[in-house]
C-alpha cells in the first residue's frame, strides 16, 4: 500500500529565509506522481507543485521546488524567501499513475501535513 | 481557473438527519472525490467517481453514499447523521491524466449536534 510520511508536525522560520518541509513516501509502483497542496486557516486546499517518478529535473513553480530523491524516497518542499502568507499547513501527498482504464487508481493518498509558521 | 464549488461553507444538522453535500466544477472533469479531514488524521478518502453514474469506495466509505446524476455535480450523503461524522469535508476534482492536480473547493465545516 501506498504511504506518505511528514515527520515535522511543525516548523518555524524567519521572514525571508528559505524553509524545507519533508516528505518520505513508500510504494511498490515504477509510476507515481507527487503532489504538494498548502492549505490556509481558511480550509481551501490549494495545489503548489508537481514532480513524476520519470522526471529527470527537480520541479519548480516560482518560489517553490521539489527536491525530489528518488532512491531515497524522498520529495521535500522547498520555500525560498518565505513570505507571512506562507504560514499554513503544507500537505504531500502521492497518486500511482497508472491509469484507470489500466486496473489503477486516481486516489490521492495523503501525509499527516506540516504546520508552518513564518515569524516577521 | 478550475472553480470547485461546495454548497456551504458551515452545516449544523442534528443526529438522525439525512444530510447533503453538493460539490459542482466547471471544468468538465471526469474524476471527483470526497474527502474528510480530522485533526491528527490527515485526508481520508471516503469515496470517488471516475464517470457519470461510476462510484468507488474510498478508505472509510461507512456511513455515507453518494450520487453522480450530471457530470459536473457530485453529492455526499450522510444517510443517517451521527456526531462522529463531525468533521471537514473537502470535496475534488480532476482530469483523467496522471500529472494533473486534483483541485479542491472551498471545504465545508459539518457539525452534528
Known amino acids: 500500500a501506498q504511504k506518505i510520511t511528514q515527520t515535522q508536525p511543525g516548523m518555524f522560520v524567519q521572514e525571508k529565509e528559505a524553509v524545507t518541509l519533508d516528505c518520505t513516501y513508500d510504494?511498490?509502483?515504477?509510476?507515481?506522481?507527487l503532489f504538494w497542496y498548502k492549505q490556509p486557516s481558511s480550509g481551501e486546499m490549494i495545489f503548489l507543485i508537481y514532480?513524476?517518478?520519470?522526471?529527470?529535473q527537480n520541479a519548480t513553480e516560482g518560489r517553490y521546488s521539489l527536491n525530489f530523491q528518488k532512491a531515497r524516497k524522498s520529495a521535500n518542499l522547498v520555500i525560498s524567501a518565505s513570505q507571512l502568507g506562507d504560514s499554513a499547513m503544507y500537505f504531500c501527498a502521492m497518486r500511482e499513475a497508472t491509469p484507470l482504464t489500466q486496473g489503477g487508481s486516481e486516489k490521492l493518498v495523503f501525509g499527516k501535513g506540516t504546520k508552518l509558521t513564518v515569524n516577521p | 481557473d478550475v472553480k470547485v464549488t461546495q454548497s456551504s461553507r458551515y452545516l449544523v444538522k442534528r443526529t438522525g438527519e439525512k444530510v447533503f453535500l453538493e460539490c459542482v466544477q466547471d471544468?468538465?472533469?471526469?474524476?471527483m472525490f470526497w474527502y474528510r479531514q480530522d485533526p491528527g488524521l490527515g485526508l481520508r478518502l471516503i469515496y470517488f467517481?471516475?464517470?457519470?453514474?461510476?462510484?468507488e469506495k474510498g478508505d472509510i466509505p461507512e456511513g455515507y453514499s453518494v450520487s453522480r446524476e450530471k457530470k459536473e455535480r457530485f453529492s455526499l450523503i450522510l444517510e443517517s447523521a451521527s456526531t462522529n461524522q463531525t468533521s471537514m469535508y473537502l470535496c475534488a476534482s480532476s482530469p483523467g491524466y496522471s500529472n494533473q492536480p486534483q483541485h479542491f473547493g472551498d471545504g465545508t465545516r459539518l457539525s452534528i449536534l
Open positions: 467517481s471516475y464517470d457519470v453514474k461510476m462510484k
Open positions: 510504494t511498490s509502483d515504477p509510476s507515481y506522481g
Open positions: 514532480q513524476g517518478s520519470y522526471d529527470q
Open positions: 471544468m468538465d472533469h471526469e474524476n
